[in-house]
């Protein structure tokens, strides 16, 4: 029985997060908490990352909250996709100047009362909705807490780590729960999935994860209803084989270095690969259409191991 999305794993899972980020936070010193990064000097310090993941998280569990009174609530700032990027510096901005162990303490809570609130949950109060921006259609309560476990557990595990010289959060994961956390992720490309830059485009992109908690995954493009799974399906339009959970777990926090994982055989491709090459647009947050189509009209098949540069998901991912 897969138990993924059911509200006492996922009270569980948000339980295990939190102390995860306890343990980081507990040996946490002033000097780390502005230090840059090791990726792209773009990229937010574990400060602006804690303010960020305290900012979005919890307008989205204040959305659940408002789900569950029957109440319709509105991420303030966010009228369109295209605002995301304001959106989150306006958040990371709003809790800057709280002291490190005050805005610390602040993810934590929030984690624990998610945690609580999907435990108490009541038949039929998974399946009620909240509406966000980005994504192409409400969100069930339960992929809204899936949701928060993939952000905090996953996506920013290593922008947290490494300015206190700490391996990614990730690697603390049970195989088991990286198992969940993947299912979780496709879930959010079956949701960011970009009907109006896919237009008429079906096809089916396949995760196959080898090693401990790996197994297979699928993402069902569509212009009407994307959707997304564990299990195998015929005929794929693309399959992406990784050697193990961690090549996945280094691809969403853009630690991936995609010409060394090619030739290495840690990540091995087979089908369209122009489908591979239009995933960052396909999943992006933010690609205006026009711009997206101009570019798919002007560039040519080409092996991936050509292009230089890592592995991208920030652009894809909140």
Same mark, same amino acid.
């Given at each position: ?101 005050? &805005?610390?303490?602040? +993810? ?8 609580? %609130?999907?435990?108490? =949950?009541?038949?039929?109060? /998974? ?110 339009? &693309?399959?992406?084989? +990784? ?8 691809? %969403?926090?853009?630690? =991936?270095?995609?010409?060394? /994982? ?57």
């Amino acid at each position: 029985m897969n138990t993924t999305f059911d509200p006492h794993t996922l009270a569980d899972d948000l339980g295990e997060v939190a102390r995860i980020y306890t343990r980081l936070y507990a040996t946490l010193g002033e000097a780390s908490w502005d230090k840059p990064v090791k990726g792209s000097p773009k990229e937010w310090n574990l400060h602006e990352t804690t303010a960020h993941l305290v900012a979005l998280n919890g307008a989205g569990l204040e959305s659940i909250k408002h789900a569950l009174r029957g109440e319709p609530y509105t991420f303030a700032g966010l009228d369109n996709r295209y605002q995301f990027n304001a959106f989150n510096r306006m958040g990371i901005d709003k809790y800057l100047n709280l002291p490190m162990e005050e &805005l610390c303490a602040k +993810l934590l809570d929030l984690l624990d009362e998610a945690s609580g %609130i999907a435990r108490n =949950l009541q038949p039929g109060q /998974a399946e009620l909705t909240a509406q966000m921006a980005i994504y192409n259609r409400p969100v069930r309560i339960d992929e809204a807490f899936s949701i928060i476990i993939f952000h905090a557990g996953l996506v920013h595990s290593t922008q947290v780590a490494e300015p206190a010289g700490l391996p990614p959060l990730w690697e603390q994961l049970s195989p088991e729960f990286r198992h969940r956390v993947i299912e979780r992720a496709m879930r959010a490309f079956s949701l960011l999935y970009r009907r109006d830059i896919g237009g008429s485009l079906r096809d089916t992109l396949v995760f196959r994860v080898d090693g401990p908690g790996g197994g297979e995954w699928y993402v069902e493009l569509s212009a009407e209803a994307p959707t997304s799974g564990e299990g195998v399906v015929e005929h794929p339009g &693309l399959v992406i084989h +990784l050697r193990e959970t961690a090549v996945f777990c280094r691809m %969403i926090t853009s630690r =991936l270095n995609l010409p060394i /994982a090619l030739v290495s055989g840690a990540m091995k491709l087979r089908g369209d690969l122009r489908l591979f090459l239009r995933m960052s647009t396909l999943f992006s947050v933010d690609a205006r259409p026009q711009v997206a189509a101009k570019a798919q009209s002007s560039s040519t098949p080409q092996h991936p191991a050509g292009r230089p540069s890592k592995w991208k998901t920030k652009r894809s991912l909140p």
